[in-house]
């Protein structure tokens, strides 16, 4: 039997960004290659985590899936069809269907308007109903959905907690019933006893309403939590893909073992002993990234062949790749 269409898949996304200079007579100066041949996809049900540092393509890919940004290059196939073949009726519908949590919730939701009104504004917006009647009931079974008591409704964002406030974010993503929701540094702006809850709640919301994630995120503890894969980019490009617990457990890509090595362990006596993989030098400028491997010059075991050409994805086993010419090498076994 084949095996089921992905419900989203990107193949060999790009998106640069022209540099200018000059006022009257503009000139292109270059690009900003901020995403640079990403291929991924995510299965319906799953949850997958896109991790790496600041800067590194993962909320242009997020934006790029939602139409707000058009690729330079690549496509972008929801449930088996190109979005950008999408005529305007097929991308409403699209937009129904997915849907994204922001990583403030302070200024994703309008100051002006009260959390009856942000919520249930898709509902008209997207002309499911205009019966007062029934998006006030459509609100109130969505904020006791999400956790909150129906008083809230008639309050405004500054009247609520950060952690309120990012609940009226997802109620207001899931009122028009999406299959798919893209978590951009959802939990990164508020505190850790928040953040706890907030991570529960999208879990009992994917179970419940059958929700698939793409989690973009930098905290790596709260990844290990809640995705099924993950996936690394560094400097516009993925560089390791594998099942959570097998790349947590056995990364293969330095930089991927760079990371890890830097999530804090709450055990004062293994972390006195533990080896720390420092990445020396400073990220190269997106506009002009290094020939080869882009990671060749901050990695440790970098050689001439790293600089030679791009790597491709080495399947190790158990759907893990890794975008490095040494992986699955005794070198790179966790210490």
Request: proline fraction near 7%; glycine fraction near 8%.
């Amino acid at each position: 039997m084949n095996a089921p269409t992905p419900l989203l898949e990107l193949k060999d996304l790009r998106k640069h960004f022209e540099v200018r200079k000059g006022i009257v007579f503009e000139s292109t100066i270059g690009a900003v290659k901020a995403v640079d041949g990403v291929s991924l996809s995510v299965a319906r049900g799953e949850t997958v985590g896109l991790v790496g540092e600041s800067g590194c393509g993962k909320s242009t890919i997020g934006r790029c899936i939602l139409k707000l940004e058009e690729p330079t290059s690549g496509s972008i196939l929801f449930d088996g069809q190109d979005v950008s073949d999408f005529d305007r009726r097929q991308t409403a519908a699209f937009r129904r269907k997915t849907q994204v949590v922001f990583q403030d919730p302070f200024s994703s939701l309008n100051p002006r308007m009260a959390v009856q009104e942000i919520i249930g504004e898709p509902l008209i917006v997207h002309g499911i109903t205009r019966d007062r009647r029934e998006i006030s009931r459509r609100v109130a079974e969505m904020l006791d959905t999400c956790g909150l008591p129906a008083r809230l409704a008639e309050r405004y964002p500054h009247e609520m907690s950060g952690g309120q406030r990012q609940r009226v974010g997802i109620a207001r993503a899931l009122i028009l019933r999406p299959e798919f929701i893209i978590c951009d540094e959802a939990v990164s702006a508020l505190d850790v006893s928040i953040q706890a809850q907030i991570i529960r709640l999208l879990e009992d919301l994917r179970e419940e309403f059958a929700l698939t994630y793409l989690f973009i995120s930098h905290d790596l503890s709260v990844v290990r939590h809640i995705c099924h894969r993950v996936a690394v980019m560094y400097l516009g490009k993925l560089v390791e893909i594998g099942d959570c617990e097998t790349l947590f457990e056995n990364p293969q890509h330095p930089y991927t073992r760079a990371l890890l090595s830097a999530v804090p362990i709450p055990d004062p006596d293994f972390e006195a002993h533990r080896r720390h993989e420092i990445i020396e030098g400073e990220i190269p400028s997106p506009m002009n990234p290094p020939a080869g491997c882009v990671f060749h010059p901050r990695c440790p075991l970098a050689e001439d062949a790293c600089r030679a050409g791009i790597p491709e994805m080495r399947n190790l086993g158990e759907e893990h790749y890794a975008a490095c010419i040494k992986a699955g090498e005794r070198a790179l076994e966790p210490a």
